[in-house]
């Protein structure tokens, strides 16, 4: 049975928080289209607007554990494609590295998204034995920069311009910071959502 997790974010909005599954092509491409320009610009490094076709195709292909995507999207509306997504995908020559990525819908950040996508992302990461997170950001993505940093991840200069992030999969290793207490309580909830599903049920 594939996994999920319901639960409110911070306005008290009821979600669902769920593997994404090649029925979802058409909800991706639609919420990438609904991207402001800013928000494209960010995710992708392009101002060309919506996804690659293929790009998408990628992120529904199931490759044997080399890559992961989350959603959340609202319970029982489907007018809204959905409130973001994140992915990562392990490093050709680093099993135990894997690059992540996060696309928020403009509407909904602020909310917790973004900290509710990797807390998942971490937990499933690290049970496929990767033990740390790289993403690729632009200098202007303040936004990203500031969470991870607060985060505690190491910022590194690229010489093609932006920085590249490395966040530690240890949780004894995350600062005292809000964004961290964040991550902590999601981490939280994402464990112990799990082990009453994994628990047999009393006869």
């Given at each position: 049975?594939?996994?999920?997790?319901?639960?409110?974010?911070?306005?008290?909005?009821?979600?669902?928080?769920?593997?994404?599954?090649?029925?979802?092509?058409?909800?991706?491409?639609?919420?990438?289209?609904?991207?402001?320009?800013?928000?494209?610009?960010?995710?992708?490094?392009?101002?060309?607007?919506?996804?690659?076709?293929?790009?998408?195709?990628?992120?529904?292909?199931?490759?044997?554990?080399?890559?992961?995507?989350w959603v959340i999207v609202i319970e029982n509306n489907?007018?809204?494609?959905?409130?973001?997504?994140?992915?990562?995908?392990?490093?050709?020559?680093?099993?135990?590295?894997?690059?992540?990525?996060?696309?928020?819908?403009?509407?909904?950040?602020?909310?917790?998204?973004?900290?509710?996508?990797?807390?998942?992302?971490?937990?499933?990461?690290?049970?496929?034995?990767?033990?740390?997170?790289?993403?690729?950001?632009?200098?202007?993505?303040?936004?990203?920069?500031?969470?991870?940093?607060?985060?505690?991840?190491?910022?590194?200069?690229?010489?093609?311009?932006?920085?590249?992030?490395?966040?530690?999969?240890?949780?004894?290793?995350?600062?005292?910071?809000?964004?961290?207490?964040?991550?902590?309580?999601?981490?939280?909830?994402?464990?112990?959502?799990?082990?009453?599903?994994?628990?047999?049920?009393?006869?």
């Amino acid at each position: 049975m594939m996994p999920s997790y319901r639960l409110l974010l911070r306005d008290q909005l009821p979600v669902i928080l769920r593997p994404l599954t090649p029925d979802d092509r058409e909800r991706i491409a639609d919420a990438f289209r609904r991207l402001s320009p800013e928000s494209t610009y960010f995710r992708f490094w392009t101002r060309v607007h919506g996804a690659n076709p293929k790009f998408i195709e990628r992120l529904c292909t199931d490759d044997q554990g080399q890559h992961r995507t989350w959603v959340i999207v609202i319970e029982n509306n489907d007018d809204i494609p959905g409130l973001g997504g994140g992915s990562y995908w392990r490093l050709d020559g680093n099993e135990e590295c894997a690059e992540v990525s996060f696309t928020v819908a403009d509407e909904f950040q602020g909310q917790g998204v973004g900290t509710l996508l990797l807390a998942v992302l971490w937990e499933e990461a690290r049970e496929a034995g990767i033990r740390q997170f790289v993403a690729n950001v632009l200098d202007e993505n303040h936004v990203m920069l500031t969470w991870w940093a607060s985060l505690g991840a190491e910022n590194v200069r690229q010489p093609s311009g932006g920085w590249e992030l490395r966040l530690r999969l240890d949780e004894t290793l995350l600062p005292e910071s809000s964004a961290a207490l964040s991550l902590r309580r999601r981490l939280a909830f994402i464990r112990a959502t799990s082990a009453d599903a994994e628990a047999p049920s009393q006869p």
